[in-house]
């Protein structure tokens, strides 16, 4: 069965400081990867989506992500945090069915 | 382009009452898709509709949980009666076909807070 994990409630970081949110999958077959980030009282908003080609995937906003099959992870990172990037950040991976399967959630806090 | 279009946004009620939902899609997105999200379980789907018919309805907890398209723009999500654990943040969400992100992401209204007391 498909599934995504994010192993992190919340990450926390410096303001201009590099960061990473993770993410780990299990799918069969080749898998079909996304990034969403939700801000307070806000719906999702997409990043990013991985379907084939380069391991590294840029998105919105300058975040990027990094596809490692080996390590079945799709680990979010930007290069230097802005406070503006705190809010509630989601992995999901496409179902054999079609529709998303989300991980519960990694908050991000920036400070600065 | 208005985006995904929910209403109410909040929606305080008393256990028992029913409850309806309502979600305008973008036009000329031909998936719809209604999820639940609790900070127990995160965000789970509950239904989702192409060109208005039903596709999956597997993650609708309970019979006490409708959903209907009428037409391309508009959608309801309705629970009677309702209770207290339906408490929740309700998203409504779009997409164009293909189906499901591979080329369209998809595109999430700012939901409705729902409490039932």
């Known amino acids: 069965a498909q599934s995504v994990a994010q192993p992190e409630d919340q990450v926390n970081v410096a303001e201009g400081n590099p960061l990473t949110v993770k993410c780990t999958y299990s799918v069969s077959g080749n898998p079909y990867l996304f990034w969403y980030v939700q801000y307070p009282n806000r719906g999702l908003q997409f990043l990013l989506k991985?379907?084939?080609?380069?391991?590294l995937v840029k998105g919105s906003y300058g975040f990027e992500a990094e596809f490692n099959k080996s390590q079945t992870s799709f680990h979010l990172k930007k290069p230097s945090a802005l406070v503006s990037d705190s809010a509630l950040y989601f992995c999901?991976?496409?179902?054999?069915?079609?529709?998303?399967?989300f991980g519960k959630g990694t908050k991000l806090s920036v400070k600065p | 382009d208005a985006g995904v279009i929910q209403s109410p946004r909040h929606e305080v009620t008393e256990m028992g009452q029913e409850v309806t939902l309502r979600c305008k899609p973008i036009?000329?997105?031909?998936?719809l898709f209604w999820y639940r999200q609790t900070m127990m379980r995160g965000l789970e789907l509950l239904i989702y509709?192409?060109?208005?018919?039903?596709?999956?309805d597997s993650g609708m907890p309970e019979d006490r949980f409708s959903a209907k398209m009428p037409n391309a723009s508009f959608s309801t999500l309705k629970i009677q009666p309702s209770e207290p654990r339906d408490s929740a943040v309700y998203f409504c969400a779009s997409s164009l076909t293909p189906f499901t992100g591979l080329s369209s992401p998809l595109h999430f209204g700012n939901g409705t807070r729902l409490t039932v007391t």
């Open positions: 509709f192409n060109n208005n018919v039903p596709i999956d």
């Open positions: 991985y379907i084939t080609g380069d391991n």
């Open positions: 036009s000329g997105h031909d998936y």
């Open positions: 999901a991976v496409r179902r054999s069915q079609g529709n998303l399967i």
